[in-house]
């Protein structure tokens, strides 16, 4: 098969491979995929780079967690009907050292949730590290029906899906962005959007909840520690994925949710997906032989919107 790989740790045009490794078979209870398309996530290039002292979790890398796809092989056991399924992927790099930047990724059943033949290749590579870490944030801590739900950082990936989700979960949402200038950007069906670049946030945002909101979605816990103060309601949540008294704080990594709370995610994610409650501002697709230069995109940073490779069929 194609694939993209790396041996050693460090900048991407230094350490990215691109040519052909051997096809990948499934073991009992795992499924194989053709890829078509491969979602890049900041935690890919991070673990590329050895962010934070990281070292080699193994030998040989294929990176990527997120990618669409259809089943083509299932290992002894699975069920055979699964085959010519289209599939959205997460977790395939998790733990594991063979990801999606290749034709085929081989990852366990239930990490290949059904993607409805309505929805987009490009949606369900979309949905896998920044959607499950969204449906985390927003329902670690019980349902949020009728909860005023503040999203910080609406316009990156795991906000904006994480106020698609409180909305389509029957919560009014607050989110807020950067500057005035990005708040056209801000769908006003899902959230009433507020920019930190006004004089007054907080009092913005108490305009909309005037009591406090019951949940923070936080992206810049120390930047933004003294608004969420100031607009949390008693008993509120602040779910931090990048106080005082009476607020849980709720520190979030994606690699390490319970194995049930991934599953639920999943469920959620695809139920919301196919009644287009979610969609995903995608920023550039490159090719698989130009890896290289969507990894270094995102790690740019700065920039809106998801980042994808098309695998070649």
């Known amino acids: 098969m194609l694939a993209s790989w790396y041996d050693d740790q460090g900048p991407a045009a230094d350490v990215l491979h691109v040519g052909e490794l051997p096809d990948p078979v499934p073991g009992p209870g795992e499924v194989r995929v053709r890829v078509t398309v491969s979602g890049v996530n900041p935690g890919d290039t991070k673990k590329r780079r050895g962010w934070l002292g990281s070292s080699m979790p193994f030998p040989r890398v294929i990176p990527h967690s997120d990618a669409a796809g259809v089943i083509d092989a299932v290992g002894d056991g699975g069920d055979v009907h699964r085959v010519g399924q289209r599939v959205w992927v997460h977790g395939a790099q998790s733990y594991r050292p063979f990801g999606t930047a290749a034709q085929y990724t081989v990852v366990p059943d239930h990490q290949a949730p059904p993607l409805p033949d309505h929805l987009s290749d490009e949606l369900g590579a979309s949905l896998g590290i920044p959607g499950i870490t969204a449906h985390r944030t927003v329902f670690a801590d019980g349902p949020v029906d009728g909860q005023l739900v503040l999203v910080h950082g609406v316009l990156g990936g795991v906000g904006s899906l994480a106020a698609q989700l409180a909305h389509w979960a029957g919560a009014t949402v607050i989110a807020t962005v950067r500057r005035t200038a990005d708040l056209d950007h801000v769908d006003p069906a899902v959230a009433h959007a507020i920019a930190l670049d006004t004089g007054e946030p907080a009092a913005a945002i108490r305009s909309y909840a005037p009591r406090g909101v019951d949940r923070i979605i936080e992206v810049a816990l120390s930047d933004n520690a003294d608004l ?69 995109h995102v790690d740019t940073g700065g920039v809106h919107g998801r980042i994808l490779l098309t695998i070649p069929q």
Not at 249 to 272: H, M, V, Y
Not at 289 to 296: G, L, S
């Open 228 to 296: 969420d103060n100031a607009v949390a309601a008693n008993n509120a949540v602040i779910a931090a994925y990048a106080t005082r008294s009476n607020v849980t704080l709720r520190l979030l990594g994606s690699d390490d949710f319970p194995a049930e709370a991934k599953r639920q995610a999943a469920r959620d994610l695809t139920s919301a997906a196919a009644v287009g409650a979610l969609t995903v501002d995608v920023r550039d697709r490159y090719p698989l032989d130009q890896i290289t230069k969507a990894h270094d």
